[in-house]
Structure formats: structure tokens, C-alpha cells
């Protein structure tokens, strides 16, 4: 590649008023879901957007923005969706875009095949166009403890040292942007059911992972129990493969799953005073 | 009667540490944030934490961290808030590693730093290129804890609208609309703080979320709060250009061995790999023989700048040079910002691994913002406890975070920024409790009107923006006010092009007035909000323009060639006394911060003498 070539990633400079490439007559049209309220019915709209090399999803969203017309020309309201970092790490928009769920904003146009089509996701309640209600997960975060019991916020030196290798592991999982992806994608999830999905399992492994949340594995394990845990997994593996952080959710499955088992026969074979003299949360 | 309660507006790390000292404390915080706070702007930051925790045998110290701070914000900050932010970062940074903070180790296990700009020293702790992701949960988790033990009411895709007055001008509460229903309340509160991050989007693209409207500060600064020092942008200098953004790529690039160049043949076509390294120009190597590509940020910009714009060296002749990792083995790249290596991939297309990524700079970062006061304690630094601490001068009003003026003077430290919003937190929760117990009322003793009324002034300030039916396009009227706040107040700035940039805001402004809502939904109406946010946007890019139009100088991130100091005759300006003497007349002439009070006529400009009770200022030089 030569010089000039390289540049051509890079025509749209940051500071500089620049002057948009219109010479090119090349739209790209789409098709949006657009849905009031849950309670109101939904369908497509279509919109024709003028191309821009570069463009992705959130760019052709924020063109209709400055013109909201459909395709056939008539004026309608701007879409709703979620969205803030545009750089895949506040795990914000999450969508199906032609069928896929994938984040809004690392979806180039370039790479997808137009006519584009973009849908809210379906497990999460609705709340408009293409926004919905993630706050199952957040929730489920709850349940599992997804946290380090900290004593205070003073100052009493360092924490417990750790190797290389576990903030390795360590630091994949914490990579989670709770975008609602692997639940998505996930046949055991849906509305109406409890099923947490794959990213608070994933979250209590890292918890349990580090030495001092170790100390509390076991309330984490048993946030993992009972209704809508980790039993409910049918082991379809969608999630590790629509995960956009590349997260080994299936492997943290695996291991919470067989540590949960241990746990249970531990809670089956010894009563709390003998639990405690092995080990277990006093 | 109804319990009292504190009200943290904004869910970045500064806010959420303030939940966490309030909580702490027994108190019960309403935390409003327009995103659910886990993806808030502080999850962008991506290069480290700084501390002089000293472990690399460096002679690293907090005072050295103190002085690398105020000289690299042109002695601009306020003193003493960055001494206690400095001496304090080693226990903050402990702090987060009990939380869980996967930070890189050493083989020893002990935290690993590394090197960042504006410093000699490696004091930066990191948890890959993904830092401040790493940290803003670490907050959360701890702020789930305490919402889940019933301490913490989160109100999230809640708008903070405006500030609820007693009749003596205390602030007492706020009203705030939820952005789904679009129902408006009003919250007594306290005291309250605002944490609501920097303006990014007043400048259209930046490295900023689209959140970072500046709404709130806008606001406050409209409802009698003083704005500091606004024209102090940083304009980073390594990321790539978007049509929707600027995507950021961190200055740890540079920190783990990045190096910025050029071909020094004018419009050289070579693949770069083929040009020979004698052929390549490393411009801030050879310019900063001392620190290198680790200059601060001002500085790398503007020589990045200069290439491109005045000696037309870009890479073929465009805006961009080149920013080269591909000497550092893949796997080391891997280990240390695989987080921005993916981020180039993803939104490029290339692998910054094996091809040279292409960068230019991007506005970032606000080192201006609300007003605060510090009280000194005996050792120089914030008196702990103090109710002044991270105060507005409007009694009852807080900020803390990238929303205030304090900790960066006239340019940001890489790394410093997630250090002072954790800090302002850390200082400001306590702050605020300390004033509410020093009142003499609380604000569930204020009589119900009050809140009332403020809630009925925004009902109708909505139902009027619901009736616009103009022909102007809020998101289009955005656009001209990001191009033109880009174009003239990034980093040159001359007076007459700022004179046009004001010129061009008044005529915003009319436009605004003739604005169409575009949307009359009854919930989830996003036009509706972000017309009210507009509004706020213009008075903030006033702010910033008249600032830098009456500030003849250059000063950090600000940098006007008209008023330009000569070069000094000698390496170390120091020895040449003529160039000292008007360094010094400039210094004591412009050596102040920038007081902004809001009028209906536009700003009211006035500057205030800044103590330096723990650094003399001396030239910032660092050839």
C-alpha cells in the first residue's frame, strides 16, 4: 500500500471544518424497527441515507437526526437508541443489526450487507425504536454479590499481591460491558422467564477469582442457585460467540457450574458448624 | 417528617465516589445519572491512574508528582487541592487494588506503572488500555453494595434540569426529568454535587461521549454558579478521526514505547515499513530530546500540528502523521493496551501491530469548569472535613470531577484525570456532609412551595419547548456549533477568528428560537431533552470563546501565535536574563484564573490572583 492509499482511512480529519464528499450519489437504505412504546404496535420504517466512507450504524442514526425523512419523503421523529461511548466499551448499543446481535457502534457500514436492518433486541422489554430495558442484568448483579467486601475507603496499603497469570484471567472477565449480547443470543432467555444469562455467571467468577472475593465465594455460588441461575444454562454456547469483548463466558460457565456442585454436596454432607471447620463461610 | 438526603448528580467516578464517602458516612444519596452510571464517560479513560508509589527504584516522590502536575498545568492549578491530590494517589491507588481492580502486575505480584506524559518517572498504574473501565466498576460495585443495602436510590436516564433555591439562595434541592416518562421532580436534597463531566460535545466530534453536552455545568453556570477558566481545552494528541467521533488512542501507547513520525521526504508514497530509518523524521524525539514522545499534551499537539498544517509533512500531505508500535513484539502490545490495539482494528482496519496507525489530534478534555474553593490545612493541603472543599460559590452546591476548574490549570497531565475525579470525591462527599450539619435548616424543613415552584417552571419550560415549530434542525444547529468551536478555539486560536466564533454563537442562539422539536412523544422524547441541553451547549461554547479572546497569551493548551514569547537565546531559559524578564511580565500579568459569571448579555470575564503557597512558578520549559 502506498502512502496516499494509507491515507484514504483517514480522509475525515478531526479538526478541521471538512468538506463533505458529496460528488458521490451512493445511499445506503435502511431498514429501522420503530415501535412508540411497548404497549403500541412496532414495524419498519425505511430511510435513505447518503454514503460516507467510514460510516457506521451510529453515524447513518445521527444523519436521520439532522433529516428526519423516510423514504418516502415524509417527515417523521428521529430514532431513539441507546448509545454513548461510540467506542464498544459502555456496552450501550447493543442491537440486531441484519439479524445479529452486535454493537451499533463497531458496525461499519463497509462491512455489512445493505439493504441494513436494524431491531431493537427482543429479551429486554421494550422502550422505544431501538432502546430497551437492560435493567435484568444490573440487577442480577445483585443477586450474585458481583462485588469485593470492602472494608472502607481508608488508606491501609496495598491489597493481597497477585501473578501475572491470574490478573490475566482476571482481566478478560472484568471486560464485561453488560451489553445484553449473550443474553440475547441465549435460547433459555427470554421476557417472561428468570434466566440471568451468561455475563453475572462470568461476573461471579471474577469475583470469586480474587483472593480476598474468595473469601465470599460461596455467597456468590449460592446467588448462582435456585430459580433462574446457573441450572437454567442449556449449554447452547451463543453467548461466547456473540460476546463483542471476546469473553471465555462458556469456560466461566464450566468452572461456576462445577464449583456450585461442590457446593451443594458440601451443603448436602455437613452441617454449618462442620462446614466452617472446612473452609466454608463462617 | 421526610428523611434528609444527599443528591449526587452524575455517575463517573468522581460521583461515585462521592456516593461512597456519603454512604460510608451513614448518609442516603440519590444518584441521578442520564446513562445507568456503568456506562458513564470515565469507562473511556484508558491509559492509568498516577501515584508516586516509587516501586522502580526511581526516587519517584509526591512532591515530584506535585511539581510535574502544576508545571505541566502552566501554574494555573489551584495549589493545594493538586498537593493533596498527589500525596494522597499512592493510597487511592491501593484503594482500588482491594477493590478488585485487575491492575497489571510485576512478576513479584506487586502493581506494575508505567511511563505517561509530562513525567520522567513511571508512576502510572494501569489495568491495560482499558483503566478506566476497570476502575469506573470497581465504583459501581461498591455503589451496588450500598444501593442493594437500601442507602442508595439510583436514578438512572434521569436529567438533571436546574438547581431548587431557598429564599436565601441556598441550594436546597434540584429538579430533574426522567427521560423515559418525561416526568419532572423535584429531589430537596442537602447539598449537591455535580459531577457531571466535561463538554466535549459543545466541540461536535471529540474523544468525548455523546453525553458529555456540558448540560449541567452549562446550567449551573446560567443559575449564578462561576465557570473557571473555560478556555482551557485539551486537544489530545494521537486519535483517529470518525464521521460519528474521535476515537481516542491512549497516551500509553506512547508510555510503552510509541514513537510519533514522519517520512522526511514532503509527500513520500512509500509503504512506511519500507522507509529506511534514517529517512524518517521522529520530530518530538529530536525537538524533546529529554522527554521525547512524552511531552505533555499541549506540547505534542501542537509540534503534530505544525507538521501537518504549517510544513504540510503529513502523511500524503493530509492532516496525520504516523504513530508506530510495530518495533514492540506483538505479545507485549497484547499484554499492556491490547484495549486501543482492538480499537484501531475494529473502526480502521488495520493491525496497529504490524502497520503504523495514522493519528491526529482530538478535542478531549476540559481543564476548565465550575468554580470551587479548597481550604488549606496546616500541611498545604485540602483541611479535611472542610465544608469549602469542592464548594461552588453557591452555598449548598458541589462539583467535583472533569465539571470543575481546579486540579489541571492550563493543561491535564495524562493519567491525572481519573486521579482528581476520585480525589474530588473523596474530599467532596465529606464536604458536603460537613456543610449540611453546619446549616442551620434542612432542607426537609423547606417549605413545600419552594420545590413546587421550581418543578412548575420546568414543567413549563418543557411544555413551551414542545410547542417549537420552527424550521431550524436541533442536531443540525449542534453540528455548526461543534464545527465552529473546532475550526476556531482548538489549538490556534487568533482574535479575530474567536471574534467570528462569538458572532457565529449569537446567531445559534437566534436560530435556536426557531428551533422544531421534531418530536411531540410523551415518553422517551430524546429531541425534547436534547433541545433544553442545546441551549446550555451555547452558553458553555461562550464561555470557552470569550475566555480565549480576552486571554492575550499563550498558556498550556492555549496558544495564540499573535501573543507568542520570543524563543529564548539560550537551551535553558534561564540563563537568558532579556527573555526571563518577559517571561516574568507576562506571568504576573496572566498568571490567573478566569472567573466567567453568567449574564444575560454573555459572559462577565474577571481574573483572580492564585496563591502558590507550594510551588513558585518558573517557565514551563521542557526542550
Redesign the interface.
Known sequence: ????D??T?????????ESRPVAEEKWIDFRIWRQ??ADRPGGFEEFRIPY?K???V??CL?EI????VNSAGKPT??V?W???????????CAMNINGRVRMA??A?VDKLEWPITLEPMRKFPM??DL?VD?SRM?ES??RV??????D????????P????G???Q??VL??C??CGSCLEACPQVTQDNDFMGAAPISQAR??NL?P??AMHADDRLRGLMGPGGIQDCGKAQNCVQVCPKEIPLTTSIAAMNRDVTRLVLKDLFFKDKESAAVGGPA | MAEPRFTVVGGGLAGLMTVIKLCEAGQKVDLLSIVPVKRSHSVCAQGGINGAVNTKGEGDHPDIHVKDTLKGGDFLAEQTSVRGMCYAAPGIIYLLDRMGVPFNRTPEGLLDFRRFGGTLHHRTAFAGATTGQQLLYALDEQVRRYEAAGQVDKYEYWEWLGMVKDESGRVVGSVAMDLRTMEIRSLPAEAVMLATGGPGIVFGRSTNSIINTGTAAGRAYIEGAIYANGEFIQVHPTSIPGEDKLRLMSESVRGEGGRVWVPRKKGDTREPLSIPESERWYFLEEKYPKYKNLVPRDVATREIFHVCRELGMGIGGRDGVYLDVTHIPAATLDAKIKGVMEIYEKFVGDDPRHHPMIIFPGMHYSMGGLYVTFEPGPNLEPLPGSPRNQATNLPGLFASGEADYAYHGANRLGANSLLSCIYGGMIGGPAMLSYARNSSRSSTAVPGKVFEDAKKQWSERFAQIDRMNGAENPYVLARELGEVMTENVTVVRRNDRLRKTLEKLDELKDRWSRINVLDHGHSNNRPLSFVNQLWNMFALGEVITRGALLRDESRGAHYKPEFQLPEPKTKDPNQDPEWMRLWKERHQKWAKTTIARWTPRGSEITYEDIPTPVLDPEPRWYA
Not at chain 1, 472502607?152 to 491489597?159: C, Q, R
Request: charged share 20%.
Open positions: 500500500m502506498d502512502g496516499k494509507a491515507m482511512q483517514s480522509q475525515q480529519v478531526g479538526l478541521t471544518t412508540e412504546s460516507r467510514g460510516a457506521n451510529i453515524s445521527m437526526q439532522r433529516n428526519p421523529t428521529p431513539t441507546d448509545a454513548a461511548c461510540l467506542e464498544e466499551v459502555c456496552g450501550s457502534c463497531s461499519l422502550v422505544r432502546a437492560r444490573f448483579l445483585k454479590k458481583a462485588w469485593i467486601e470492602l472502607g475507603t481508608y488508606n491501609i496499603g496495598p491489597g499481591r497477585q501473578s501475572q491470574e490478573q490475566a482476571r482481566y472484568s471486560t460491558i453488560t471474577l469475583f480474587h480476598t472475593g
